[in-house]
């Protein structure tokens, strides 16, 4: 792994983040003579997530949870004030207000830690905690915002295609495997593939859906997340078709015939995804697919050798359901393939 990727992968990034983002907003709040550091620096380190759109959300949320949660503990100090059985109250009226706000908005949760510091100081300077302490919510979101942006910043819907792509190029292994079990030539276990696939799959469904992409799109020339997920999750089932062929191998006669264009193909395709993830994970266009097809339409011809010879009537049902099932794998295969490259060709 070289630096650059080390420095791009998520824990690497968030752990230099964090650690920024914890000792600036020590030091602004010394600078500006604030005795509550500790609420400035948690509140930063809560602030800081993955990526940017996540952060920016999360700093929008802490502040606007702690201004509204803020005003209604002022408001059951003057209404209902502070000495004895009235801290209680204020206390118990100022968390269910809050609670409801909080469930008709969930972004405003963060009040109610807002709203049990201002009914739970001591003194007479109630307000006056609450505020700076509130202040300094406001400067540690800030001050994580901030770090989040200028240092390693990473969008959710870049990341979600770094994992889009490694999902491509991880097909050519399940491919091939496939294509080795059905030609007879080794019984290869593909639960390792599918489960690196699947992973990765996962990991952008999270980035999808943390994304702000589709709802501030500031860079038309890039791909939808969403579509693309969409696609790569198709290409994955149609390779899948390739597996579910029967792994006790083709006749003799009809694997004379399709061995060799079968087998470029599959050095075709395993090629062309590899090609195509890294199009995907570094937002470039998609590669020439003429390969793919020629090699296709090779396999599509040996098929209908195959049936022109008359070896259609020398298989069993069983074999000749095989045969027609390859040739659906390749189509489906193929035209998954078209639908990636047609999305990231659309949007540039």
């Known amino acids: 792994m070289t630096v650059t990727q080390l420095l791009e992968s998520d824990p690497v990034r968030l752990a230099i983040q964090a650690t920024l ?29 993955v990526n940017v759109g996540s952060t920016l ?8 949870g702690a201004i509204a949660g803020l005003v209604i503990g002022v408001a059951c100090v003057w209404l209902i004030g502070t000495g004895g059985t009235d801290k209680a109250l204020g206390l118990a009226v100022g968390v269910a207000v809050m609670s409801l706000l909080s469930a008709l908005r969930p972004e405003l949760s ?36 901030l770090v989040a942006v200028a240092v390693l910043p990473q969008h959710a819907h870049r990341s979600a295609e770094r994992h ?44 999808v859906s943390g994304s ?39 006749p003799k006669g009809a694997r004379d015939i ?12 395993g090629d062309y995804f590899c090609e195509l993830g890294e199009a995907i994970a570094e937002s470039r266009p ?13 396999v599509m011809s040996a098929l209908g050798e195959v049936r022109r010879q008359g070896a259609m009537q020398q298989l069993r049902v069983h074999d000749a359901e095989q045969v027609f099932a390859l040739s659906l794998a ?18 540039r």
């Open 110 to 145: 963060y009040g109610l830690v807002t709203v049990a510091i201002v009914l739970l100081s001591e003194g007479s300077g109630v307000v006056d905690t609450a505020v700076t302490k509130a202040t300094a919510i406001a400067l540690g979101s800030g001050v994580g915002t």
């Open 57 to 64: 959300i999360s700093a929008a949320s802490r502040v606007a």
């Open 21 to 49: 983002a914890a000792v600036a907003s020590f030091y602004a709040s010394r600078a500006l003579g604030m005795d509550q550091a500790s609420w400035c620096v948690i509140s930063a380190l809560f602030t800081v997530h």
């Open 212 to 250: 702000q992409f589709g709802r501030f799109r500031r860079h038309p020339v890039q791909p939808s997340p969403g579509a693309l997920l969409g696609a790569v999750r198709g290409l994955w089932t149609s390779v899948n078709l390739f597996e579910r062929l029967d792994a006790k191998g083709m």
């Open 164 to 207: 889009l792509g490694q999902a491509v190029k991880l097909c050519r292994d399940l491919l091939r495997g496939s294509i080795r079990s059905f030609m007879g030539n080794a019984e290869v276990d593909l639960h390792r593939e599918h489960s690196r696939i699947l992973s990765e799959l996962q990991a952008a469904n999270g980035k």
């Open 286 to 298: 998609a590669p020439d697919a003429r390969g793919v097809h020629e090699h296709a339409d090779e």
């Open 330 to 347: 390749i189509e489906q295969t193929v035209a998954s393939t078209e639908k990636i490259t047609s999305i990231l060709r659309r949007d």
């Open 258 to 269: 399709l061995g060799q264009p079968l087998d470029a193909l599959d050095q075709a395709l």
